[in-house]
T-cell receptor, first 116, second 110 residues
């Protein structure tokens, strides 16, 4: 079945440094969608980025990611971390085939902690 | 904006007791999901449904039942709550490749 790997459970950064959260995946579906969700404490997880297009950079709220199907990767990046970026980040995968298979598979999450 | 409402927001249950977590969505989405969140495990899918009166098993269904009596409502049922089911539970609905989450229910089994 589908799987998503986020190797880092915790990333601690100093404010102003670049952010890179790793995400790799496995799926048999060629039209898979990849997502990044952000979960702030005491809030609902919400969509940050999504993509299904190979080698196209997707940006939102200062974050960006590029889906690379050749390496099955969808790493999340930001040029300069802010204190307000501290949250739990999930990478997720969907085959978007609809019907009974329409579901998201999440990685284990990476907690980003930004310090001053 | 999609609205997914969970109740209760927190609950303490006794081991062996029955627990029902409720979820209501107001956007007429076909797909609804129950996820469990645990540190180190992320979000894991328990049950989901893509039509009223039908549910499907997710990745970790053991110890849980689900019920979708209408398009808007999706419940998660723990018939015999156990300590290992202490977690935060999220309901979600799906539309056009995006999943919309509720605020979560913190369940503590004692």
């Amino acid at each position: 079945g589908d799987s998503v790997t986020q190797k880092e459970g915790l990333v601690t950064l100093t404010e102003g440094l670049p952010v890179m959260l790793n995400c790799t995946y496995q799926t048999i579906y060629s039209n898979a969608f990849l997502f990044w969700y952000v979960h702030y404490l005491n809030e609902s997880p919400r969509l940050l980025l999504k993509s299904s297009t190979d080698n196209k950079r997707t940006e939102h709220q200062g974050f960006h990611a590029t889906l690379h199907k050749s390496s099955s990767s969808f790493h999340l990046q930001k040029s300069s971390a802010q204190l307000s970026d501290s949250a739990l980040y999930y990478c997720a995968l969907s085959d978007h085939s609809g019907g009974s298979n329409a579901k998201l598979t999440f990685g284990k999450g990476t907690k980003l902690s930004v310090k001053s | 904006e999609a609205a997914v409402t969970q109740s209760p927001r927190s609950k303490v249950a006794v081991t062996g007791g029955k627990v029902t977590l409720s979820c209501h969505q107001t956007n007429n989405h076909d797909y609804m999901y129950w996820y469990r969140q645990d540190t180190g495990h992320g979000l894991r899918l328990i049950h989901y449904s893509y039509v009223a009166d039908s549910t499907e098993k997710g990745d970790i269904p053991d110890g849980y039942k689900a019920s979708r009596p209408s398009q808007e409502n999706f419940s998660l049922i723990l018939e015999l709550a156990s300590l290992s089911q202490t977690a935060v539970y999220f309901c979600a609905s799906w539309w056009d490749t995006e999943v919309f989450f509720g605020k979560g229910t913190r369940l503590t089994v004692v």
